[in-house]
């Protein structure tokens, strides 16, 4: 039995601007204290980077709770990411940043709130088991597409073949939450962040590291989240 939810604003509602601000403003908390621990050990960080992990961090956290201004912070942060991707020359999770999660937003901000039956409120579900087959094939081919793409392209793209798997998954990952399917936050918890965890320790990006440890943290409350109200929607 589909679950059919009310319609709601295009903008969000009243309770969607609240946590949005409340999110922003947690954000810059955590975000501020970050740069205070990273400058004391020595460390600078960018505007730019600052500024991606605080719409970054708003973005997830209104994840969690379906809140469609979560689109809206995922927007900005993608492009502020993307930039500085590009400047590090980490050349295909940038290019994912401008190609595929700005317009996939986009779409997921009308989905999220027409996609579901009459044009009201997309409901969660889950993926059945062809739909898991369907989606790692998917993966696969995103994966070695990317690779075959960015070797043409780039002579030298630092660390391909781990880059390219973590793009693969975001890619996978940001489809299923498009779509509103609890097991996104499977592939957001390990295939993404704790991929992209270890690749900017590796890479010397400790601000990026605490995001994704951070996006880790969140990815594992938002299952419990929908998977409760993917529950009492559906008996």
Same mark, same amino acid.
């Given at each position: 039995?589909?679950?059919? $939810?009310? $319609?709601?604003? %295009?903008?969000?509602?009243?309770? @969607?601007?609240? /946590?949005? +601000?409340?999110?922003? =403003?947690?954000?810059?908390?955590?975000?501020?204290?970050? +740069?205070?621990?990273?400058?004391? %050990?020595?460390?600078? &960080?960018?505007?730019?980077?600052?500024?991606? =992990?605080v719409?970054?961090?708003?973005?997830?956290?209104?994840? #969690? !709770?379906?809140?469609i201004?979560?689109?809206?912070?995922?927007?900005?942060?993608?492009?502020? &990411?993307?930039?500085?991707?590009?400047?590090i @020359?980490?050349?295909?999770?940038?290019? %994912?940043?401008?190609?595929?999660?700005?317009?996939?937003?986009?779409y997921g901000?009308?989905?999220?709130?027409?996609g579901? /039956?009459? #044009?009201? /409120?997309?409901?969660?579900?889950k993926?059945t088991?062809?739909?898991?087959?369907?989606?790692l094939?998917?993966?696969? %081919?995103?994966?070695?597409?990317?690779?075959?793409?960015?070797?043409?392209?780039?002579?030298?793209?630092?660390?391909?073949?781990? @880059? &390219?798997s973590?793009?693969?998954? !975001?890619? =996978?990952?940001?489809?299923?939450? &498009?779509?509103?399917?609890? /097991? !996104?936050?499977?592939?957001?918890?390990?295939?993404?962040?704790?991929?992209?965890?270890?690749?900017?320790?590796?890479? @010397?990006?400790?601000?990026?590291?605490?995001?994704?440890?951070?996006?880790? +943290?969140?990815?594992?409350?938002a299952?419990?989240?929908?998977?409760?109200?993917?529950?009492?929607e559906?008996?």
């Open positions: 039995m589909t679950t059919i $939810r009310s $319609r709601i604003p %295009l903008f969000g509602t009243r309770e @969607d601007w609240s /946590e949005t +601000v409340v999110s922003i =403003l947690g954000a810059l908390g955590v975000t501020f204290l970050y +740069v205070f621990v990273a400058e004391q %050990l020595g460390t600078t &960080t960018s505007w730019l980077e600052i500024w991606s =992990l719409f970054s961090f708003s973005c997830v956290w209104l994840s #969690r !709770s379906e809140n201004f979560s689109m809206h912070a995922g927007i900005i942060a993608s492009v502020l &990411t993307g930039v500085f991707l590009f400047r @020359d980490v050349v295909a999770q940038a290019w %994912l940043q401008f190609l595929f999660f700005v317009p996939i937003q986009l901000w009308w989905h999220w709130c027409r579901g /039956e009459a #044009r009201t /409120e997309l409901a969660i579900t993926l088991r062809k739909g898991w087959v369907k989606w094939i998917i993966y696969c %081919l995103i994966w070695l597409t990317c690779m075959w793409v960015f070797s043409i392209v780039y002579s030298q793209p630092q660390y391909l073949l781990w @880059d &390219t973590i793009v693969g998954a !975001s890619v =996978l990952a940001q489809m299923l939450m &498009t779509l509103k399917k609890i /097991e !996104s936050w499977f592939i957001w918890i390990i295939p993404v962040n704790v991929s992209s965890a270890a690749f900017f320790v590796v890479t @010397d990006v400790p601000a990026f590291v605490l995001m994704y440890v951070v996006f880790l +943290v969140n990815a594992s409350l299952y419990r989240n929908w998977l409760l109200t993917f529950e009492r559906n008996g």
